[in-house]
Protein backbone atom coordinates (compact mmCIF):
# COMPACT_ATOMS: atom_id res chain seq x y z
CA UNK A 1 0.00 0.00 0.00
CA UNK A 2 1.54 3.29 -0.83
CA UNK A 3 1.99 5.53 2.14
CA UNK A 4 3.61 8.77 3.06
CA UNK A 5 4.55 9.60 6.96
CA UNK A 6 5.76 13.32 7.14
CA UNK A 7 7.84 14.20 10.51
CA UNK A 8 10.01 17.13 11.69
CA UNK A 9 7.19 19.67 12.54
CA UNK A 10 7.48 21.47 16.34
CA UNK A 11 7.38 24.50 17.74
CA UNK A 12 9.84 27.26 16.67
CA UNK A 13 10.60 30.82 17.25
CA UNK A 14 9.93 33.66 14.77
CA UNK A 15 13.06 33.67 12.92
CA UNK A 16 13.54 29.99 13.26
CA UNK A 17 14.17 26.61 10.88
CA UNK A 18 12.56 23.66 10.86
CA UNK A 19 13.26 20.41 8.19
CA UNK A 20 10.39 18.80 7.27
CA UNK A 21 10.65 14.38 6.25
CA UNK A 22 8.68 12.88 4.21
CA UNK A 23 9.02 9.16 4.09
CA UNK A 24 7.63 6.44 1.17
CA UNK A 25 6.84 3.29 1.90
CA UNK A 26 5.15 0.60 -0.68
CA UNK A 27 6.08 2.64 -3.73
CA UNK A 28 9.02 4.36 -4.97
CA UNK A 29 8.99 8.44 -4.15
CA UNK A 30 9.93 8.64 -8.21
CA UNK A 31 6.75 9.73 -9.94
CA UNK A 32 7.26 12.86 -12.40
CA UNK A 33 6.18 15.67 -9.30
CA UNK A 34 6.17 15.67 -5.63
CA UNK A 35 4.33 18.30 -3.34
CA UNK A 36 4.46 19.98 -0.37
CA UNK A 37 1.06 21.59 0.76
CA UNK A 38 0.26 23.26 3.80
CA UNK A 39 -3.17 24.30 5.42
CA UNK A 40 -3.66 27.08 8.45
CA UNK A 41 -6.86 26.63 10.78
CA UNK A 42 -9.68 28.14 8.71
CA UNK A 43 -8.36 28.41 5.47
CA UNK A 44 -7.71 25.91 2.03
CA UNK A 45 -5.28 24.03 1.13
CA UNK A 46 -2.33 25.40 -0.27
CA UNK A 47 0.50 24.41 -2.25
CA UNK A 48 3.96 25.38 -0.60
CA UNK A 49 6.87 23.92 -2.97
CA UNK A 50 7.15 21.41 -5.71
CA UNK A 51 9.69 19.31 -7.63
CA UNK A 52 10.09 17.42 -10.76
CA UNK A 53 12.17 14.72 -11.34
CA UNK A 54 12.35 14.62 -14.68
CA UNK A 55 14.71 17.17 -14.48
CA UNK A 56 15.44 18.17 -10.70
CA UNK A 57 13.11 21.92 -11.45
CA UNK A 58 11.53 23.18 -8.20
CA UNK A 59 8.70 25.58 -7.78
CA UNK A 60 7.75 27.81 -4.54
CA UNK A 61 5.09 30.11 -3.87
CA UNK A 62 5.72 33.49 -3.40
CA UNK A 63 5.60 33.73 0.29
CA UNK A 64 8.20 31.11 0.67
CA UNK A 65 10.61 32.10 -2.25
CA UNK A 66 14.04 32.41 -0.66
CA UNK A 67 13.02 30.95 2.69
CA UNK A 68 12.12 27.36 1.94
CA UNK A 69 13.52 24.60 -0.18
CA UNK A 70 12.58 21.77 -1.44
CA UNK A 71 15.00 18.34 -2.16
CA UNK A 72 14.56 14.86 -2.52
CA UNK A 73 16.88 11.48 -1.27
CA UNK A 74 16.30 8.72 -3.94
CA UNK A 75 18.41 6.17 -2.05
CA UNK A 76 16.26 6.96 1.07
CA UNK A 77 12.86 7.52 -0.46
CA UNK A 78 12.54 10.64 0.89
CA UNK A 79 11.21 14.15 0.16
CA UNK A 80 12.36 16.97 2.56
CA UNK A 81 11.45 20.97 2.58
CA UNK A 82 13.98 22.93 4.79
CA UNK A 83 12.01 25.99 6.33
CA UNK A 84 14.43 29.05 6.91
CA UNK A 85 13.37 32.75 8.56
CA UNK A 86 10.13 31.02 9.79
CA UNK A 87 7.11 33.51 9.87
CA UNK A 88 3.94 32.90 12.51
CA UNK A 89 1.72 33.37 8.98
CA UNK A 90 3.63 30.38 8.32
CA UNK A 91 2.35 28.17 11.35
CA UNK A 92 -0.42 25.52 9.72
CA UNK A 93 -0.30 21.59 9.14
CA UNK A 94 1.68 20.56 6.31
CA UNK A 95 1.33 17.79 4.18
CA UNK A 96 3.23 16.00 1.32
CA UNK A 97 1.83 14.79 -1.62
CA UNK A 98 2.72 12.82 -5.24
CA UNK A 99 0.46 11.26 -7.57
CA UNK A 100 1.32 8.89 -10.14
CA UNK A 101 -0.70 9.93 -13.53
CA UNK A 102 0.67 13.76 -12.65
CA UNK A 103 2.81 15.28 -15.45
CA UNK A 104 3.00 18.84 -14.29
CA UNK A 105 3.47 21.03 -11.51
CA UNK A 106 -0.50 21.36 -9.92
CA UNK A 107 -1.31 24.21 -7.11
CA UNK A 108 -4.14 22.22 -7.22
CA UNK A 109 -4.37 19.81 -4.13
CA UNK A 110 -7.55 17.85 -5.99
CA UNK A 111 -4.81 16.83 -8.84
CA UNK A 112 -2.94 14.90 -5.95
CA UNK A 113 -3.75 11.41 -4.57
CA UNK A 114 -1.17 10.11 -2.02
CA UNK A 115 -1.38 12.51 1.11
CA UNK A 116 0.63 11.65 3.89
CA UNK A 117 -1.09 12.56 7.61
CA UNK A 118 0.49 15.97 7.92
CA UNK A 119 2.52 17.47 10.39
CA UNK A 120 1.94 20.29 12.98
CA UNK A 121 4.46 23.81 12.31
CA UNK A 122 4.20 26.80 15.06
CA UNK A 123 5.98 29.38 14.94
CA UNK A 124 5.44 31.59 17.70
CA UNK A 125 7.07 33.50 20.45
Known amino acids: QAQLVESGGGLVQPGGSLRLSCAAS????????EAWFRQAPGKEREGVSF????????YYTDSVKGRFTISRDAAKNTLYLQMNSLKPEDTAVYYC??????????????????WGQGTQVTVSS
Open 97 to 114: ATDRRLRYVSFDPSDYNI
Open 26 to 33: GFGLDYYV
Open 51 to 58: IMNSDGST
